[in-house]
């Protein structure tokens, strides 16, 4: 009797709408891409290494992972999964293993992008649920692809007859932030917490984040790559990583020759953010109060000669992050929305924005 009354239930439940629950997986192509600099001939890559040459092996690996990228789509599925195929998979005592090899969704909420959920497969290749039991009214998504790994192959999973399509890319102003750490994400601990992509939800920015952890040196054929970008403007963190030395050496060759592939283009410098450890480590400090005066004099002269070029200073004060640095470098989440809020209110007027 009771196996009757288990087979009857079941039956019940299953004919309810077996097509909800159960999962049909959308290839990432038929969705939008977005956050890309340049086209590159594979679609999660970065900067094409097979045609800007020179970069070392590691700036290679950083090219070609999905740093800023996201996917932007609608859909009224009660759930949706992501199940992504890696080629290769950054480890790092200062990221969680969701900003460096994750998933980040939000979805709009009259008017504003609002977290929905995050996740990364245990198992890397299997399906990981990233939101469950929503309503079945259409709604925009926005999915952070990771800060730091590279996809081969990514797919979306929804319900068997849900809808979901690709809708056109929801931000202006095509943005494109280079430099450090600082801009790639590092110790964010989603990937919709770097303060680009805070920016980009913040002021409505189609923010393309081309941050290279540690290598943001000023180098030429990094000019060369944004000398090829064509963009609305461009937000460079390029004191960060070299020093006053390589400052001083690279500087000039490297705003002249951006300014001459873009002379009506925003080249917005920022000051590089105080340090957690240069608090009380004094050779830091020194380090870095040198780097600052360095790209002030020599910036100081561009701004002066050029009407599109532009620096702005301390985007993140030393009072702010007494206790927002993650490592002593990085800033954590907070370090990262409070830069995100400074240098937002700074874009507002040199770009003319408005704040969302």
Not at 168 to 193: C, D, E, I, L, Y
């Amino acid at each position: 009797m009771k196996a009757f009354l288990l087979l009857i239930l079941i039956t019940l439940f299953s004919s309810l709408s077996p097509s909800w629950s159960q999962t049909r997986f959308v290839d990432a192509s038929e969705l939008t891409l977005i956050g890309k600099a340049m086209p590159t001939k594979h679609p999660f890559h970065r900067v094409d290494t097979a045609v800007y040459k020179g970069l070392t092996a590691s700036e290679n690996q950083q090219a070609r992972s999905t740093a800023g990228m996201a996917l932007v789509f609608s859909t009224n599925s009660s759930f949706i999964d992501v199940r992504a195929r890696y080629i290769w998979e950054h480890r790092k005592d200062n990221m969680t293993g969701i900003a460096s090899s994750g998933f980040d969704l939000y979805i709009k909420d009259h008017g504003r992008w609002v977290y929905a959920g995050t996740g990364v497969a245990q198992d890397r290749n299997r399906a990981v649920r990233i939101v469950n039991n929503m309503d079945r009214t259409l709604k925009e998504c926005l999915l952070y692809l990771p800060i730091y790994s590279e996809l081969e192959r990514l797919e979306i999973g929804v319900g068997m007859e849900a809808v979901i399509q690709s809708i056109p890319n929801p931000f202006k102003v095509k943005t494109v932030f280079f430099g450090s750490s600082f801009t790639q994400g590092t110790a964010a601990s989603r990937p919709g917490m770097s303060y680009p992509m805070q920016l980009q939800r913040r002021l409505n920015l189609d923010v393309c984040n081309l941050g290279f952890a540690g290598n943001s040196r000023l180098q030429p054929y990094f000019a060369n790559v944004l000398a090829a970008v064509q963009a609305d403007a461009f937000v460079f963190d390029a004191f960060s990583n070299p020093t006053a030395a390589l400052i001083k050496e690279r500087l000039e060759p490297f705003v002249e020759k951006l300014v001459k592939a873009h002379p009506h283009t925003p080249l917005i410098f920022v000051e590089t953010i105080h340090r957690g450890k240069a608090n009380f480590d004094q050779k830091v400090r020194a380090d870095e109060a040198a780097k600052r005066a360095v790209a002030r004099r020599i910036m100081g002269a561009f701004v002066r000669r050029y009407t599109n070029v532009y620096l702005v200073t301390n985007p993140l004060p030393a009072a702010q992050t007494g206790d927002t640095s993650a490592d002593g470098v990085h800033p954590s989440d907070m370090g990262y929305q409070l830069w995100a809020q400074n240098l937002g209110e700074q874009l507002i007027k040199l770009l003319h924005l408005k704040k969302q």
